[in-house]
């Protein structure tokens, strides 16, 4: 019988398992995939569900299903995709579009490019009976003649904007190398910190782009408008929700809570700068900005001058650098970069563009 692990609301494992047909507590969740792959046309690609099925009859889906007990969301949705399709697919070929709470079950959706005749789509017996490659148009009408299983095309119609932006960009395509053989660690879940100015969320930006990575600001988390601080339970409350997902990158300090996001991540990239670097840096974002939202900042956060702030990144390295490295080398199978100037960051960028999420570390625990 097929088991699954539990979460909680904020996708924290419970340490409980149920079975398939056994029914969920409320505040009870497991985590469920899907996948859509898209070929070079354009076209989605569609199965029929089996008309033995207790849910949804003889309609069309994409490829999914839910976690095995120990199972990683990625591995789960390759085994879905190959079960249900014949198709294979490395693990670092799938892009997530979004990850989703629905009623009992977390939801990850994963697209990936690949042309396949439908004539070699090997269906799955008793759960598919047909295939059939369809245009984002024709998609839409199946779903409004009810021909799609509801659930699917409703998070479709939620999804239709990332998927024709992941659609718009055609170097996506090969995003990332194959490992070559080489035992590389794949970064899925990266941190990113250092001093205020340093160019965190600059980086964390560009990484999202050429890694497929969501990007986290823990700014945006913290401050409601009118530079207006969270309560610490409620930023932690957001920030844990979003680091129990399958992949992210995270920016941002918080030293309160920066050790728990170290346990947590496979990659730390750590911006080891100069206190005046980043205080010229941080006075240039006040000349240039002043009055006006960092692209990583709420609205109703508008970049101002603050000598409290310019005195804590000049204290910084006094108070924040050698727990940083401290902790980093206590850490055991954790990838660790530390980037000391632009050139170096320049460089990491244009490696990153070539390795994809097999980028390298370069500090010694």
Same mark, same amino acid.
């Given at each position: 019988?097929?088991?699954?692990?539990?979460?909680? +609301?904020?996708?924290?494992?419970?340490?409980? #398992?149920?079975?398939?047909?056994?029914?969920?507590?409320?505040?009870?969740?497991?985590?469920?995939?899907?996948?859509?792959?898209?070929?070079?046309?354009? /076209?989605?690609?569609l199965t029929l569900r089996s008309p033995d099925k207790e849910k949804y009859p003889g309609t069309w889906e994409?490829?999914?299903?839910?976690?095995?007990?120990?199972? +990683? *969301?990625?591995?789960? &949705?390759?085994?879905?995709?190959?079960?249900?399709?014949?198709?294979?697919?490395?693990?670092?070929?799938?892009? %997530?579009?979004? *990850? #989703?709470? /629905?009623?009992? &079950?977390?939801?990850?959706?994963?697209?990936?490019?690949?042309?396949?005749?439908?004539?070699?789509?090997?269906? #799955? /017996?008793?759960?598919?009976?047909?295939?059939?490659?369809? *245009?984002?148009?024709?998609?839409?009408?199946?779903? /409004?003649?009810?021909?799609?299983?509801?659930?699917?095309?409703?998070?479709?119609?939620?999804?239709?904007?990332?998927?024709?932006?992941?659609?718009?960009e055609e170097s996506r395509k090969e995003r990332y190398p194959a490992c070559r053989g080489e035992k590389r660690q794949e970064s899925k879940k990266m941190i990113i910190i250092g001093c205020s100015g340093s160019g965190k969320s600059t980086l964390a930006k560009k990484l999202g782009r050429i890694m497929d990575l969501p990007v986290v600001y823990l700014d945006a988390l913290s401050w409601d408008a009118g530079w207006k601080r969270k309560p610490f339970a409620e930023f932690d409350r957001l920030t844990e929700a979003e680091i129990r997902k399958p992949e992210w990158i995270v920016d941002g300090n918080f030293p309160r809570t920066v050790e728990h996001r170290m346990d947590v991540c496979d990659t730390i990239v750590y911006l080891d700068f100069p206190r005046w670097f980043c205080i010229l840096s941080v %006075?240039?974002?006040?000349?240039?900005?002043?009055?006006?939202?960092?692209?990583?900042?709420?609205?109703?956060?508008?970049?101002?001058?603050?000598?409290?702030?310019?005195k804590r990144i000049w204290n910084f390295d006094q108070r924040s650098k050698a727990h940083y490295y401290g902790y980093m080398k206590k850490l055991s199978g954790t990838k660790l970069i530390?980037?000391?100037?632009?050139?170096?960051?320049?460089?990491?960028?244009?490696q990153a563009e070539k390795e994809g999420r097999f980028i390298p570390g370069n500090y010694p625990k």
């Amino acid at each position: 019988m097929e088991v699954w692990d539990l979460f909680d +609301e904020n996708r924290r494992p419970l340490g409980k #398992q149920a079975g398939r047909r056994e029914p969920i507590v409320k505040g009870e969740f497991h985590i469920v995939v899907v996948v859509c792959v898209i070929n070079e046309q354009n /076209e989605i690609l569609l199965t029929l569900r089996s008309p033995d099925k207790e849910k949804y009859p003889g309609t069309w889906e994409n490829t999914g299903g839910a976690l095995e007990a120990g199972e +990683e *969301s990625r591995t789960a &949705a390759v085994r879905e995709l190959f079960e249900e399709t014949g198709i294979r697919v490395r693990e670092n070929e799938l892009h %997530l579009l979004d *990850s #989703q709470m /629905e009623e009992s &079950a977390f939801i990850d959706v994963y697209v990936v490019r690949k042309s396949v005749p439908v004539e070699k789509i090997r269906l #799955q /017996e008793g759960e598919t009976v047909d295939a059939r490659w369809v *245009s984002l148009d024709e998609f839409c009408r199946l779903g /409004e003649e009810e021909k799609i299983a509801p659930p699917i095309y409703r998070r479709f119609c939620r999804l239709k904007g990332k998927l024709d932006v992941f659609i718009r960009e055609e170097s996506r395509k090969e995003r990332y190398p194959a490992c070559r053989g080489e035992k590389r660690q794949e970064s899925k879940k990266m941190i990113i910190i250092g001093c205020s100015g340093s160019g965190k969320s600059t980086l964390a930006k560009k990484l999202g782009r050429i890694m497929d990575l969501p990007v986290v600001y823990l700014d945006a988390l913290s401050w409601d408008a009118g530079w207006k601080r969270k309560p610490f339970a409620e930023f932690d409350r957001l920030t844990e929700a979003e680091i129990r997902k399958p992949e992210w990158i995270v920016d941002g300090n918080f030293p309160r809570t920066v050790e728990h996001r170290m346990d947590v991540c496979d990659t730390i990239v750590y911006l080891d700068f100069p206190r005046w670097f980043c205080i010229l840096s941080v %006075l240039k974002r006040v000349l240039t900005g002043y009055g006006k939202p960092r692209p990583s900042m709420n609205e109703g956060c508008p970049e101002k001058f603050d000598p409290g702030f310019l005195k804590r990144i000049w204290n910084f390295d006094q108070r924040s650098k050698a727990h940083y490295y401290g902790y980093m080398k206590k850490l055991s199978g954790t990838k660790l970069i530390v980037l000391k100037t632009r050139k170096e960051v320049n460089r990491f960028v244009k490696q990153a563009e070539k390795e994809g999420r097999f980028i390298p570390g370069n500090y010694p625990k």
